[in-house]
């Protein structure tokens, strides 16, 4: 039968003719738009004005100029930065600037872009120039084809994204064609540096430099490029990136294009490195539209973490969106890549060697510190626990050593065991304590594998620490004080960012964000009816959460799946005895809240977070207890899937009406609870569902 799937699946259309790469461009997606192959360092494409939060990618489908084409971007942050080495061709006859004089700019005509996995093009008609782009692991490829006999290039070092600002850069001529140099800057990251080394297929003249900033700061300045095509209507660009040197820049791209240093050859090879990654997972959706979405949100998983290691080094990675990604998007690669996952895993401890702590929000070398917890912690602990990092003392020594640094509440957390609001940090206490709760279960349980009774008892007692939030009377999960008072005035709908007691988001949506310890927070309620009765509420409950809340969307009620917080909470109905009130839910979900458009999610991407959750539940599983945790089932929106070749998802009479799991088998055994490990899928089999309209 798997065979059979198999070759059916060869005659279904390829996994990257179903991606939709604009998916997600518009409203708050934030998703980056461009050439790039799967995890590369190079992210390749269109860069526009920052011009607010709806632009951290360099990218918003509502923007109608373009000032560029930079080699680095994120995709689905509520954060802007990169945007390093831009480079725009344009006629110099014809140059416009937009209302910045800073800025060169084009016009931006959607129905001249064409963006497919590896590959972006557009038609900038006003400088009569076609722009056709590609990457790969290291090194963008750039073909512009001129309509006029001058023609130029400018290279702008010192344009970033969102906080990114220059704080030093460098350009050497090597020779007639060829250029090389570095670009430091500050802002998230807060000091980054991108070496480059950039090759043309026509000799250039400098021309007169392009001063982006007046007074003082002689930096801030660019290159103009220009070449003669009169004869040569065509330039092509290769360029390649290093955090190392110029010289690595170098070789990395020798290493990108030994396999033919020729545009179309490196678009075929793109395209191959992305049919190869989407095709982890074979599918046979429910309709096409179906489709598109499903393979548009493995593409935007696969997207990173990037490459931050030259070619021919120990693979190392960055861009590491942990607070979000820890609760799908890292379970999804274990299961469809766990050799990268192993790579991913000694990122971490290389950087917990060289910061004393496991990354939290890593980026291009620095660390941010974004966001509250320990995320990395919690995702080192899924990695041991699922026998993808083979040293379970070193990796429980960096977990604890992570909460010995003071900071983020992880002080008043080992002290207290709650974070109280009467101490250094008055606001998102609530969050502290629920988040460093799931990372403190993580040790816990690397800890008794490596046998350390001590370090487990003292985690098991501070992975129960959400419990000291629980009010009984009001039945959520309030700040208290050190002396244990109840912080008032208490509004469970308030969300005012950065200035209540919970992180990007209020009361229902945090009382609920116990995914470590399900059973626990049940007990909490006094049972299974007084805890249906709440998690009912939050589907339904309706107040004002306050004026700055731009994180809180995609809401269901009080549940709001366009951040990251609530993306087990549909799932715990499986733990309260209520599977179908789950199915049912998720089915809504991911009808009502992902569309093939670009406003097609309904909250930040978030390096891959919001799409993962879609994946995985398209399958029908969910990862709810994020380190070592069993996949909860849900509602499969497929017909059938084939995972790594060799774990087969079947749904039969499956529809778009028919959301009711009647019953489930694992290799032909019905299954008495609503859940598998994750060593029953990497062993493969078949997970069959029998769907009805009914329950």
Not at 112 to 140: C, D, H, I, Q
Not at 418 to 426: F, L, R
Not at 502 to 515: I, K, L
Not at 631 to 649: C, M, Q, T, W
Request: proline share 5%; charged share 20%.
């Amino acid at each position: 039968m798997l065979l059979g799937l198999a070759v059916a699946a060869c005659h279904a259309p390829s996994p990257i003719s179903m991606v939709d790469s604009m998916i997600g461009s518009g409203g708050h997606g934030h998703v980056f738009v461009g050439a790039s192959v799967p995890s590369g360092m190079v992210q390749l494409g269109p860069t526009q004005i920052t011009r607010g939060w709806d632009w951290c990618s360099g990218y918003a489908y509502r923007d109608s100029i373009l000032i560029g084409f930079s080699h680095t971007h994120l995709s689905g942050t509520g954060i802007g930065d990169l945007g390093d080495v831009m480079i725009m061709p344009f006629d110099p006859s014809k140059r416009q600037y937009t209302d910045d004089p800073r800025h060169i700019f084009a016009r931006l005509d959607h129905s001249k872009e064409v963006v497919e996995p590896g590959f972006y093009s557009v038609e900038l008609p006003e400088y009569g120039v076609k722009v056709r782009l590609t990457a790969g692991n290291y090194t963008g490829y750039h073909e512009y084809t001129f309509s006029g006999d001058s023609s130029a290039v400018l290279l702008d070092l010192c344009t970033g994204i969102g906080w990114d600002s220059v704080s030093d850069w460098r350009v050497e001529q090597v020779d007639s064609r060829t250029l090389k140099g570095f670009r430091r800057s500050s802002g998230w990251a807060a000091d980054q540096t991108v070496y480059f080394y950039a090759m043309f297929s026509q000799p250039f003249t400098f021309g007169e430099d392009e001063i982006l900033a007046e007074g003082e700061d002689t930096l801030m300045k660019a290159k103009v490029l220009l070449f003669d095509t009169s004869a040569e209507k065509k330039v092509y660009a290769v360029v390649g990136l290093s955090p190392t040197s110029a010289q690595k820049a170098l070789d990395n791209i020798g290493a990108d294009t030994r396999k033919g240093n020729n545009f179309e050859k490196n678009v075929a090879w793109a395209r191959r490195q992305w049919d190869e990654a989407l095709g982890c997972i074979r599918i046979k959706p429910l309709d096409e539209k179906q489709g598109r979405i499903f393979y548009t949100a493995l593409y935007h998983a696969l997207l990173a973490p990037a490459r931050f290691s030259d070619a021919g080094a120990a693979p190392r990675y960055t861009i590491f969106s942990l607070w979000d990604t820890y609760r799908a998007a890292s379970p999804l690669y274990t299961i469809i890549d766990p050799d990268r996952s192993r790579d991913f895993a000694e990122s971490f401890m290389d950087i917990y060697r060289k910061q004393g702590k496991l990354p939290v929000w890593h980026l291009w070398g620095n660390e941010t510190d974004c966001m509250v917890g320990n995320p990395g912690v919690i995702i080192m602990g899924d990695y041991v626990l699922k026998g993808l990092y083979g040293d379970p003392e070193g990796a429980l020594k960096a977990m604890d050593a992570s909460f010995g640094v003071p900071g983020r509440g992880i002080t008043e957390f080992v002290q207290y065991g709650y974070v109280p609001y009467d101490c250094s940090q008055p606001v998102e206490t609530v969050s502290q304590t629920l988040e460093l709760a799931v990372a403190a279960s993580a040790v816990k349980k690397v800890a008794d594998l490596a046998g350390d009774r001590e370090l487990s008892a003292k985690y098991d007692s501070l992975a129960r620490g959400y419990a000291k939030h629980f009010d009984p009377e009001s039945g959520f999960l309030r700040a208290r004080s050190r002396d244990g008072v109840f912080r008032t005035p208490f509004d469970p709908f308030r969300a005012e960012h950065d200035a209540d007691d919970y992180t990007e988001g209020n009361a229902w949506q945090y009382t609920f964000m116990v995914p470590h310890d399900v059973q626990g927070l049940i007990d909490c309620f006094g049972g299974t009816e007084r805890f249906l009765v709440k998690l009912d509420s939050l589907f339904v409950a309706e107040g004002y959460m306050g004026e700055n809340h731009s994180d809180v969307t995609g809401l269901i009620g009080q549940y709001a799946h366009g951040n990251e917080p609530c993306h087990h909470e549909i799932y715990m109905y499986d733990f309260a005895g209520r599977p179908d009130r789950c199915q049912k839910l998720v089915r809504t979900v991911m009808d009502s809240l992902y569309f093939d458009a670009p406003d097609g999610l309904c909250g930040n991407e978030d390096v891959g977070q919001m799409s993962s959750w879609y994946v995985l539940s398209a399958l029908g599983l969910y990862q709810v207890d994020p380190s070592g945790g069993d996949f909860y089932l849900g509602s499969p929106a497929v017909k059938e899937a084939i995972v790594n070749g060799n774990f087969r998802i079947t749904a039969r009479n499956n529809s778009p009406g028919n959301v009711y799991v009647k019953s489930v088998k694992l290799n032909g055994k019905v299954l008495e609870e609503p859940r598998i490990s994750y060593a029953d899928i990497m062993a493969g089999g078949t997970l069959e569902f029998e769907m009805s309209n009914t329950l």
